[in-house]
């Protein structure tokens, strides 16, 4: 199976600047997704962006983008001008030809006014 | 459209009691997941449907826990008899389609639609 690895337990960032969450996973595949989830303490799973592998370009989406090194196997999320809405927990997930979504383990992520 | 919807919102029962978790996906996704979350193990998936059908139960912990899918707009998940450890949330999710179908990959382009989940405590 894939995995996903998030090596950030705990993040925190200043109101109005830009912080960026690691991820890196591990395939064999060559044709997959990739995710950034944000569950807030609602705890409900929000979308925050996708990237397919097989477009190089990085994706965007107002204030989140993502760097996608796909030699590197690395899915970094940059959210700019953060926000206290901000403040939750990250996931990075992964899907494949052969796997179901798969999640790291999350990022906490602190905003402070 | 409702998005995925779950219920109960939060269950709270004594061990060996038999727990039914409910879920009604987004209207037209032929794809159904059921994922458990904790602190120790994350999100797990447990098992997912295609078109009502169970295709991979791997990740079912042990036979206390079953599911089933009765029709496209219904799926539960049963836990019978629960023990403390089955403390978790429970999150259904469905899709349009899915990566490994090469058919469906222009259906496949928003990840799976998560419902708000089921906080279940089992004392």
């Known amino acids: 199976a894939q995995t996903v690895t998030q090596s950030q337990p705990e993040m925190s960032v200043q109101e109005a600047e830009t912080v960026t969450l690691s991820c890196t996973y591990d395939?064999?595949?060559?044709?997959?997704?990739l995710f950034w989830y944000k569950q807030p303490p609602s705890r409900q799973m929000i979308l925050v962006i996708r990237?397919?592998?097989?477009?190089?370009q990085n994706a965007t989406e107002n204030r989140f983008s993502v760097n996608f090194q796909k030699a590197a196997k690395s899915f970094s999320l940059k959210i700019s001008d953060s926000q206290l809405g901000d403040a939750a927990m990250y996931f990075c997930a992964y899907i494949g030809v052969v796997d179901d979504m798969r999640f790291g383990a999350g990022t906490r992520l602190t905003v402070k006014p | 459209d409702a998005g995925v919807i779950q219920s109960p919102r939060h269950e709270v029962t004594e061990m060996g009691q038999e727990v039914t978790l409910r879920c009604k996906p987004i209207?037209?996704?032929?794809?159904l997941f059921w994922y458990r979350q904790t602190m120790m193990r994350g999100l797990e998936l447990l098992i997912y449907f295609n078109n009502n059908v169970p295709i991979d139960d791997s990740g079912m912990p042990e036979d206390r826990f079953s599911a089933k899918m009765p029709n496209a707009s219904f799926s539960t998940l049963k836990i019978q008899p629960s023990e403390p450890r089955d403390s978790a949330v429970y999150f259904c999710?469905?899709?349009?389609?899915?990566?490994?179908?090469?058919?469906?990959?222009?259906?496949?382009?928003?990840?799976?639609?998560f419902g708000s989940g089921t906080r279940l405590t089992v004392v």
């Open positions: 395939t064999s595949e060559s044709d997959y997704y």
């Open positions: 999710a469905s899709s349009l389609g899915n990566l490994g179908q090469g058919f469906y990959r222009e259906k496949f382009d928003f990840g799976y639609t």
């Open positions: 990237q397919e592998a097989y477009k190089q």
């Open positions: 209207s037209g996704h032929d794809y």
